[in-house]
């Protein structure tokens, strides 16, 4: 079980684990729950640059899509293709077996990401 | 902006932590658990929906028959008592008021259930088409609660609620688009074998004051038998897998009846009524039209259907990926020439041009 604590979060509702320069990035419970039933994910080639706040990619639920928007700055270097096979796991393992992007991060690319306090806040507001 | 409107059976929605969304003014559940849960128990067993929304009216009096027949797109007073048939409330012009279900209860006694949205369109329709017509025109909306059983156990279901009793028509001869009358409590409740999801299923009109205590006891009995509460979300879903135009969507102001592929709902021999004279679409008038596609990415409404080279032909009215069939259906309109066989159409979805095939509606059609 991750320890939600641990993680750092974005205001468009992603979550960030960090392994050395490693930044593996996923949505959060908060956001899948709001988007209903994730029915399609679509996530970036493995190479591909991201800039923090570009868009990497769509979650589409049975209402409504959503884009992705990179929290971090770097490579992607591996994606989970499990949850390409099966979206749903995005509303039933979020923060585990959900997880969608690793990206290689450039330096100080967790600069401005909030601590689980911080994102709590936003999502009670 | 008018406060929001709520049903009888709001405290049941809130107890069971339903999502709230606005539907014609309305506050209604839009998701109990889960979007596709509710689909697919549907599909497999049994959902209940407060369709309280829906607006009621009565029309009564010695013309009534014929007062349909001139109000309405269809041929009503040649339905039996006992019947309901689906037909629509046009304008002068020939465009769509509203899609109604009519419920021939006596001779010169029926029942019209329309649209939340379409409420005051319906009502001061009918009112200003009585004329000098002995019959009179009702809107009773506020009396009754609409709950919708449907699925594969529904009749089961129902048939194991305590309080209803005393049925005009044994559960398993009431037949599709039909009514039985039954009491409730030892109140009078309309039971008619009709839906929006493609199943098996009742609608149940009961006194709004009864309405909550009617829903409980459906549930318990549904115990057992997989039913579960469905939201507005399921029932979309579920409709356009069951190929059902929604007005707002595939109906409206601007369409007439054969665009939306309602041709055979005009009774256009009819001596007169009200759309007659302008019902019949211009030759090169977009048509309604059943896409599929493969893979997971859904075209949903409002966007483009195209050709190969780009140019756009056509608008999605509804779109989903299809949790029964598990790729995308559409509902779209499209021009005439490109709804002919053979035609290569794609849905323009976000930028990317997926291929369609064109199917006959419905997508989906329930085993009997």
Redesign the interface.
């Known amino acids: 079980m991750t320890d939600l604590n641990s993680l750092k979060y974005s205001e468009e509702h992603e979550w960030v684990a960090t392994d050395g320069a490693v930044a593996t990035i996923g949505i959060t419970d908060f956001a899948a729950d709001a988007l209903?039933?994730i029915?399609?994910v679509?996530l970036p080639e493995v190479g591909t640059e991201l800039s923090r706040g570009d868009v990497f990619g769509?979650a589409?639920?049975?209402?409504s899509?959503s884009e992705l928007y990179a929290p971090v700055t770097g490579k992607v270097v591996e994606i989970n293709d499990a949850v390409v096979d099966d979206?749903?796991l995005v509303?039933s393992s979020p923060f585990e077996g959900a997880w969608l992007i690793k990206v290689e991060i450039a330096d100080g690319a967790l600069d401005g990401l909030l601590d689980r306090d911080g994102y709590v806040a936003i999502t009670e507001a | 902006m008018t406060d929001p409107r709520y049903t009888p059976l709001r405290e049941r929605h809130e107890a069971l932590g339903a999502s709230f969304t606005d539907f014609g003014g309305w506050q209604m559940p839009v998701r109990y658990t889960s979007d596709l849960a509710e689909h697919r128990a549907v599909r497999e067993a049994a959902g209940i929906f407060d369709i309280s929304h829906m607006a009621e009216f009565t029309v009564r009096g010695a013309a009534a028959a014929e007062y349909l027949d001139y109000a309405l797109a269809g041929r009503l007073s040649v339905m039996s008592i006992g019947k309901a048939k689906y037909s629509l409330l046009l304008a002068e012009d020939g465009g769509i008021i509203d899609d109604v279900i009519v419920y021939r209860l006596q001779d010169d006694d029926f029942l019209i259930i329309s649209n939340a949205g379409n409420r005051d369109a319906v009502s001061a329709a009918l009112q200003e088409r009585t004329g000098d017509l002995a019959v009179a025109a009702e809107d009773v909306s506020d009396a009754y609660g609409l709950i919708a059983v449907q699925g594969p156990n529904s009749e089961a279901i129902l048939a194991a609620v305590a309080g209803i009793d005393e049925l005009t028509v044994p559960w398993a001869e009431q037949k599709y688009y039909a009514w039985a009358a039954a009491t409730y409590n030892g109140k009078p409740l309309l039971l008619a074998r009709t839906g929006y999801t493609g199943e098996d299923g009742f609608e149940l009109l009961v006194a709004a004051d009864d309405a909550a205590a009617l829903w409980d006891d459906v549930v318990v009995a549904g115990e057992h038998h997989g039913l579960v509460a469905a939201g507005l979300a399921a029932r979309d879903s579920l409709r356009l897998e069951a190929g059902m135009p929604l007005y707002g969507n595939e109906l409206s102001r601007d369409i007439r009846p054969a665009q939306a592929g309602f041709g055979r709902v005009v009774v256009a021999d009819k001596e007169d009524f009200v759309g007659k004279e302008q019902v019949t679409p211009a030759s090169d008038a977009r048509v309604l039209i059943g896409l599929t596609a493969e893979g997971r990415r859904a075209g949903r409404a409002g966007y483009p259907v195209v050709l190969a080279d780009g140019t756009v032909v056509g608008e999605i009215t509804s779109g989903a990926l299809s949790p029964t069939l598990g790729h995308p259906i559409a509902m779209a309109y499209v021009d005439p020439s490109s709804a002919e066989e053979g035609t290569e159409l794609f849905l323009d979805v976000r930028g990317t041009k997926i291929p369609a095939t064109r199917t006959a509606l419905p997508f989906y059609r329930r085993k009997k």
């Open positions: 209903g039933d029915v399609f679509e769509e589409e639920s049975t209402k899509v979206p749903a509303n």
